[in-house]
């Protein structure tokens, strides 16, 4: 797992994101990937279609190929960081996020509005 994207963000795998610009401005969806340098994956978000043969492949990261069908497929692509915002659960709107330290030392992200504690996501492995 690399642990720098070329950039610095708050936002994780796993949250929940507003799209702010570009086609698919004022949409949702949770965040799949993040993708060097300073781009994001989310799910059903800048979608492209891709004309693919059947075939088979080896996916990055699993030891298992998998069978592509082939056909039109529709596939998340990335696009810039900066295009999205996390969304606040309670303010149900894209905020700004505020990063603290905890007395324990662990780094916190709250809401730049309504300061409410981002649940920790745990992301399966
Ligand atoms: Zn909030």
Same mark, same amino acid.
């Given at each position: 797992?690399? +642990?720098?994207?070329? %950039? %610095? %963000? !708050?936002?994780? &795998?796993?949250?929940?994101?507003? &799209? #702010?610009?570009?086609?698919?401005?004022?949409?949702?969806?949770?965040?799949?990937?993040?993708?060097?340098?300073?781009?994001?994956?989310? %799910? =059903?978000?800048?979608? !492209?279609?891709?004309?693919?043969?059947?075939?088979?492949?080896?996916?990055?990261? *699993?030891?298992?190929?998998?069978?592509?069908?082939? =056909?039109? #497929?529709?596939?998340?692509?990335?696009?810039? #960081?900066?295009?999205?915002?996390?969304?606040?659960?309670?303010?149900?709107?894209?905020?700004?996020?505020? +990063?603290?330290?905890? !007395?324990?030392?662990?780094?916190?992200?709250?809401?730049?509005?309504? *300061?409410?504690?981002?649940?920790?996501?745990?992301?399966?492995?």
């Amino acid at each position: 797992m690399r +642990s720098t994207y070329g %950039t %610095t %963000t !708050a936002i994780r &795998v796993g949250d929940t994101v507003s &799209v #702010l610009s570009g086609k698919d401005a004022g949409k949702r969806g949770t965040v799949e990937r993040l993708v060097a340098p300073g781009k994001v994956v989310v %799910t =059903g978000i800048n979608i !492209a279609k891709k004309h693919q043969k059947p075939r088979q492949k080896m996916n990055a990261g *699993s030891q298992t190929p998998t069978v592509d069908k082939g =056909g039109i #497929l529709e596939i998340a692509t990335p696009f810039d #960081l900066a295009k999205v915002a996390v969304v606040c659960p309670k303010c149900d709107r894209p905020v700004r996020i505020k +990063s603290t330290r905890a !007395a324990d030392g662990e780094k916190r992200r709250l809401c730049g509005r309504c *300061s409410t504690e981002f649940p920790r996501k745990v992301v399966a492995k």
